[in-house]
């Protein structure tokens, strides 16, 4: 009996054996070929600016030294793209977050800094963070308004040129994107990825990997108590599975512990945090309200019959007086019913944006390029064909859509119009829930009569 004893032993230890030894390295990712690197570097710039303008970046020197010491650790492991000149900046925002621009731009938001239990789960975000930039992930997100910025050239960036300094009105209005705007939005193959190459990143670095996995489960558990701090942490970071179990299965293929490094006092730091004064951002004048991702549909999306222009030197569009002009971050144009701006996108409204393509050399072509796009990277079916028509009597093209809304169980209806403005192509897209298209669509036709190009 007990020699059977010791052979079922055997036996199940071989079996084990023959399990674990049947796991295999996941491959590390690599960045795809996405064009040339400036683009990142000058979009995450951009942003970068923009974000400086519209959150408070907290001056406290031992702060910001401390969060560059642990940031630069990561980036000095080398499984980074040392491409990007990565930088690292802590504004003042109560909710569990940090957010890399495309290029390198990192804001870390005191809520995470006060949040983390240990170094290593503040160096797991920002590796995980990080590692979205080195693999050119805010360059070609699922976002519909960021879908567009990664088809050849950064859509809205290139509007900016044809806005001029027409924007400048909408500084005020443009606030209401601050925050959750910023973070770019990905898909849940992006976040597995950041997740496998943030945690080989922390283990070459000496920080214990497992603490990302553990980190992100304290958020998760942070969402049944008080959803609003974490909130726009999952509307642009979808759990991709078990982040713990993939992080184990892969630990006895990373950089051995043991796992000691400590680059600062993260205790003084959190003190630090809690003695900051109000952030004078804070005082400023009221913002739109965004409604959470995810969240019911409105009601009813206001519309007044009354209309406004809105005039830049490159066009005019009137609007309902009682919606809402906004620049998007890539420097583009929203307008929005009370209830139509969502965290991360628009559920209900209208966005305009500049496109430059890489290949088309006529209208059709570049259209049928942007569309792709929108198809591949932005979960969206074409439900009408191309068709032409006249925007202030130029020659136009209308697309129909159909995509997931960002409102809780509904799909939404987009139509797509291009036109040709100042050598380059100028794009409106109105959106609203499938259910709801009929009541906005007389007024997004008067949207659209009422555009006028500049003459020259």
Do not use: C
Request: proline letters at 7%; charged letters at 20%.
């Amino acid at each position: 009996m007990l020699n059977r004893r010791i052979t079922l032993a055997a036996l199940a230890l071989m079996l084990a054996g023959g399990i674990a030894s049947a796991q295999k390295q996941k491959k590390i990712p690599v960045a795809p070929d996405a064009g040339p690197k400036e683009q990142d570097i000058q979009l995450g710039q951009k942003l970068a600016q923009q974000v400086e303008q519209q959150m408070y970046v907290v001056p406290n020197k031992e702060l910001t030294d401390y969060i560059n010491r642990v940031g630069k650790r990561l980036v000095a492991t080398g499984m980074l793209d040392t491409d990007f000149p990565y930088s690292f900046k802590v504004v003042q925002e109560k909710s569990l977050n940090a957010f890399a621009l495309p290029g390198g731009p990192m804001f870390v938001h005191t809520g995470l800094i006060a949040a983390a239990e240990n170094e290593a789960q503040l160096a797991g975000v920002l590796a995980h963070e990080l590692s979205h930039v080195s693999l050119r992930h805010g360059i070609a997100n699922s976002s519909k308004q960021q879908t567009a910025a990664g088809i050849g050239q950064v859509a809205g960036a290139v509007l900016g040129g044809l806005l001029g300094g027409g924007l400048g009105q909408l500084a005020q209005a443009g606030a209401a994107m601050a925050g959750q705007s910023f973070a770019m939005k990905y898909s849940r193959s992006a976040e597995a990825d950041a997740d496998l190459l943030g945690a080989y990143t922390m283990a070459k670095a000496g920080y214990n990997p497992l603490e990302l996995g553990r980190f992100f489960e304290k958020l998760e558990a942070e969402a049944g108590g008080d959803p609003g701090k974490v909130a726009e942490f999952f509307s642009s970071h979808p759990n991709p599975g078990n982040r713990t179990k993939m992080i184990e299965e892969q630990m006895r293929f990373m950089t051995p512990g043991p796992y000691t490094t400590q680059m600062g006092n993260l205790a003084a730091m959190k003190k630090i945090v809690a003695s900051l004064p109000p952030s004078p951002k804070a005082k400023e004048g009221p913002r739109a309200t965004l409604a959470p991702a995810g969240g019911a549909m409105p009601a009813s999306f206001p519309t007044s019959r009354n209309m406004t222009a809105l005039t830049t030197p490159s066009f005019s569009i009137s609007h309902p007086d009682n919606w809402q002009p906004a620049k998007s971050q890539q420097g583009g144009l929203t307008i929005t019913p009370e209830g139509g701006l969502v965290e991360g996108g628009i559920g209900a409204g209208m966005m305009m944006g500049g496109f430059a393509p890489r290949r088309a050399r006529d209208l059709r072509g570049a259209t049928e390029e942007l569309v792709q796009g929108f198809v591949q990277n932005g979960q969206m079916t074409v439900t009408q064909q191309a068709q032409q028509i006249e925007v202030d009597g130029q020659p136009a093209i209308m697309v129909h859509l159909s995509g997931p809304s960002p409102y809780q169980n509904q799909r939404e209806k987009d139509v797509l119009i291009t036109l040709p403005l100042r050598g380059q192509v100028l794009y409106m897209v109105f959106v609203a829930p499938e259910s709801r298209f009929g009541e906005l669509e007389p007024m997004f036709k008067e949207m659209v009569r009422s555009f006028r190009a500049a003459r020259r």
